[in-house]
């Protein structure tokens, strides 16, 4: 691709050294950005309580921060690569905890979605930036895997820590949470001014791509909101209206792409293998677990009358298991591709959803194999997928993978969880399965472009470290 060899040329210098303040800053500012994203989901009943938000609009409680993600990931991968990773993670930091503080004080289902929608934008940079900034630090082969799968635990981290946090400080109040995440994320972005080395940036950068962003945002709203809409009846017009609208706005963003001079993500790199099981890992991650996990302590609390404590508990089991899982995959990739980790990962989140089946209403002791297996499955997504998405792509377009991967990540889970709320109305266990089917979709598909998928480079060494 001439246009990506061109850009090498004028790519960011990578910082020279400090890869171990590099990898923490990152990795903490990350866990973070996820705990802030999770800890809705132990608020969710209390918050819909305050603000009087009917059960129909209950989705958008817990997708305000998806969309934001999945619309603004790409946009800030590209403002990575073409301004400075440091520059951009730094400012998502300080926006992501000026914007959570912000939301702590939230009057309505409004305000609350505005504000989690622009934490969602400002995380965006965190996660872009951060894997840009562990791809320059740390060079190809087991450096790097090393650091990827550190900062996928401290994905897992987050998830897990999230809920407790949101669990312990609901006793009092629940946007307590908010206030304490936003002020972790202000000293995060303070540690990292002093700590990350400074680069250089292109003098002439290109401008964002605002077209594209504004379709893809428009295309995602529509989605979701017939997702939203559906648990009231599928076939209903407005549903179809607005997913033929989703349809066409995709469509749209892809021609927007395709004609762009700087767009958000290079449409030609979806015909390279590594690049497009990356995606669509990433995408059946969103839909299949995170979707699911994501509406899991609010169903322990109605189903099985949890209290929100208690629901962290068994949520961190699952997050927490994920992010042990996490720490050792690193141990895998020297006998599994970063795309047949995914292929494992996906048939174990599936079997261990399947042993939930008719669990969820209680007695807990009955989930706890369930949510140990798919939070081993778990783990190893977590992974696997940004030790893909940064090897799947050129390193001077690392930034742009990683918000491709993490785009299709987040538009997998707000359409998850809108889908899930969705199913949960005719029983959970519905849910589960669709989970369970979604999961070994993934799985298939990538084990299939895994065929195509360059070995380790472990093995391609062809020696034991």
């Known amino acids: 691709m001439p246009q990506l060899a061109a850009a090498a040329h004028s790519a960011p210098t990578a910082p020279a050294g400090r890869p171990r303040a590099t990898l923490a800053v990152t990795a903490a500012a990350t866990a973070v950005a996820l705990m802030n994203y999770t800890a809705p989901m132990l608020t969710l009943p209390d918050m819909a309580a305050a603000f009087g938000t009917p059960a129909s609009a209950r989705a958008w409680l817990l997708n305000g921060t998806p969309l934001g993600l999945a619309v603004l990931l790409l946009v800030a991968g590209s403002l990575a690569d073409a301004h400075g990773r440091r520059r951009v993670f730094l400012l998502g930091t300080l926006t992501l905890g000026l914007t959570t503080a912000l939301g702590a004080f939230a009057g309505s289902t409004v305000t609350f979605t505005l ?23 740390y060079p190809a082969g087991r450096d790097r895997i090393r650091a990827t799968g550190i900062w996928g635990a401290s994905v897992s981290g987050g998830i897990a820590l999230g809920p407790l946090l949101a669990g312990a400080l609901s006793l009092a109040d629940w946007r307590l949470a908010y206030a304490v995440l936003g002020a972790a994320a202000l000293v995060t972005a303070a540690v990292g001014t002093r700590s990350l080395a400074r680069e250089e940036r292109l003098p002439a950068a290109p401008r964002p791509d605002v077209a594209g962003a504004v379709a893809l945002g428009l295309a995602l709203t529509a989605l979701l909101t017939a997702l939203t809409l559906g648990r009231d009846g599928w076939l209903r017009l407005p549903v179809l209206l607005l997913l033929l609208a989703s349809a066409a706005l995709t469509a749209l963003f892809a021609a927007v792409e395709h004609r762009g001079r700087a767009p958000m993500i290079d449409l030609a790199l979806l015909r390279r293998p590594p690049f497009l099981a990356s995606t669509l890992g990433a995408l059946f991650t969103g839909l299949a677990v995170i979707g699911l996990f994501s509406v899991v302590p609010a169903l322990l609390q109605g189903g099985a009358g949890m ?159």
Do not use: C, K
């Open 115 to 137: 504000a989690r929608i622009a934490q969602g934008a400002a995380s965006a940079a965190v996660l872009a930036g951060s894997l840009g900034l562990l791809a320059q630090a």
């Open 307 to 465: 209290s929100p404590l208690g629901a962290a508990a068994l949520f961190l089991l699952w997050s927490g298991t994920a992010f042990l899982a996490a720490l050792q995959a690193r141990r895998l990739a020297g006998r599994l591709s970063a795309a047949h980790q995914l292929a494992l990962g996906f048939v174990l989140s599936a079997a261990g959803v399947l042993a939930l089946l008719g669990a969820l209403d209680g007695p807990w002791p009955r989930l706890l194999p369930g949510l140990v297996v798919a939070g081993a499955g778990s783990g190893l997504l977590n992974a696997a997928l940004p030790r893909l998405a940064v090897d799947s792509v050129p390193p001077e377009r690392a930034a742009m993978g990683s918000g491709a991967n993490n785009t299709a990540r987040y538009i997998g889970s707000s359409a998850g969880v809108a889908l899930t709320l969705a199913l949960v109305t005719t029983g959970p266990d519905t849910a589960l399965l669709v989970s369970a089917a979604l999961a070994l979709t993934g799985g298939a598909l990538t084990l299939a472009l895994g065929r195509s998928t360059p070995a380790s480079p472990r093995r391609r060494a062809g020696r034991r470290w």
